[in-house]
């Protein structure tokens, strides 16, 4: 169940941002040009918006895919709202934890006791063969 969780989520996530993207694009200004237009189609066009400030088919959606399209923007919005939250919660804890760790501890106490030194491995001896039934006779 959290793959496919995972699946509509990133689903749900692209589509938002794709729209997000195509908004300015698709949706009607009051002169019937795309609301972009105003932003992206100037007095001066470049090559490549030219074929989206004049074309004779504009990029048009239909209403239930504006809704469904602004849903899933919003989806995406909000979960980076709550990610950048819950980041921010979680730096503030550690920086309250190590405050307090720095509170706790007293200069004059003595530095923690040295572990001792892992023993050294013995060296092996590098093998002879390379079958499953051992060496050969």
């Not at 959606?61 to 709202?81: E, K, T, W």
Request: net charge positive; aromatic share 8%; proline share 9%.
């Amino acid at each position: 169940m959290n793959r496919i969780k995972e699946y509509i989520c990133f689903a749900i996530c692209f589509a938002g941002l794709g729209y997000i993207a195509l908004w300015p694009v698709t949706s009607p200004d009051l002169g019937g040009q795309p609301f972009g237009a105003s932003i992206l189609c100037g007095d001066a066009t470049f090559g490549s918006l030219d074929f989206l400030c004049h074309s004779a088919l504009p990029l048009q959606l239909p209403p239930n895919l504006h809704v469904l399209g602004f849903l899933s923007a919003l989806f995406v919005i909000v979960r980076l709202l709550l990610r950048a939250l819950q980041r921010s919660r979680r730096a503030a804890a550690n920086r309250a934890a190590v405050m307090a760790a720095q509170v706790t501890q007293q200069p004059d106490a003595a530095p923690p006791a040295r572990r001792k030194p892992l023993r050294r491995l013995r060296p092996v001896k590098p093998r002879a063969h390379f079958g499953l039934r051992g060496a050969p006779r």
